[in-house]
């Protein structure tokens, strides 16, 4: 069975630019979360979605960040436009109950 | 106060040794707890879950929660050196968020030397 994988695995992007990640859940399962990793800091949470409406958006830190998830398969966070603190490790996770699996996630850079 | 906190570390240990990581947690309507292993530059993989009091075994792991103390841990016997990365503890379900959130904790490096 395939596992979670995202695109691209890396990014570096100029400050006022906009970038695309994008995921891709293991297939049948219904849950697809997104969180984040800053330097130095720990994992957090940034949304979850339960095929493709929006259970919860508590984490996601402005209007910049837009989530969406294409009938309720794959996944895309756009960030527009992006800042420097908008750095770190970007990861994507899917569950079919409560054991969420991650996929590898996207290192962004913001220059 | 951290809504989930770990014992900082680093934590080595030698080859055959049990490692023993803890976590306590915050939010007292907490309800699945998770132990991930992340190698350097790698995703986090899940290792271990619990949902009731008392012990979880798999192989050479075993998950201890006490929900009364708060509070989870994670036992690795005859520990290899391919044990070392870092060990997140996660907390989900907690009061007033929804079932998917998982909170992390900052981590802790295991180093298992030869």
């Known amino acids: 069975e395939a596992g979670v994988t995202q695109f691209p695995s890396h990014s570096v992007i100029e400050k006022g630019q906009t970038v695309t990640l994008r995921c891709d859940p293991i297939?049948?399962?219904?849950?697809l979360y997104w969180y984040r990793r800053v330097m130095g800091k720990e994992i957090k949470f940034l949304l979850h979605?339960?095929?493709?409406?929006?259970?919860?958006e508590s984490g996601m830190p402005n209007n910049r960040f837009l989530a969406e998830r294409t009938g309720g398969t794959y996944s895309t966070l756009k960030v527009q436009p992006a800042e420097l603190e908008d750095s770190g490790v970007y990861f994507c996770?899917?569950?079919?109950?409560?054991?969420?699996?991650f996929g590898p996630g996207t290192r962004l850079t913001v220059t | 106060q951290k809504e989930v906190e770990q014992n900082s570390g680093p934590l080595s240990v030698p080859e055959g040794a049990i490692a023993s990581l803890n976590c306590t947690y915050s939010?007292?309507?907490?309800?699945?707890f998770f132990w991930y292993r992340q190698y350097s530059g790698k995703s986090p993989e899940l290792i271990m879950f619990?949902?009731?009091?008392g012990d979880k075994e798999d192989g050479r792991f075993t998950a201890q929660l006490n929900k009364a103390s708060q509070y989870v841990s994670l036992l690795i016997r005859d520990s290899q050196p391919s044990d070392s990365a870092t060990y997140l503890c996660?907390?989900?379900?907690?009061?007033?968020?929804?079932?998917?959130?998982?909170?992390f904790g900052q981590g802790t490096i295991l180093t298992v030397h030869p």
């Open positions: 979605f339960v095929k493709e409406s929006k259970q919860d």
């Open positions: 619990i949902y009731s009091n």
């Open positions: 297939s049948g399962h219904d849950n």
């Open positions: 996660a907390v989900n379900g907690g009061g007033g968020t929804s079932y998917g959130k998982l909170t």
């Open positions: 939010d007292r309507g907490s309800q699945s």
């Open positions: 996770a899917s569950s079919h109950a409560w054991e969420q699996y």
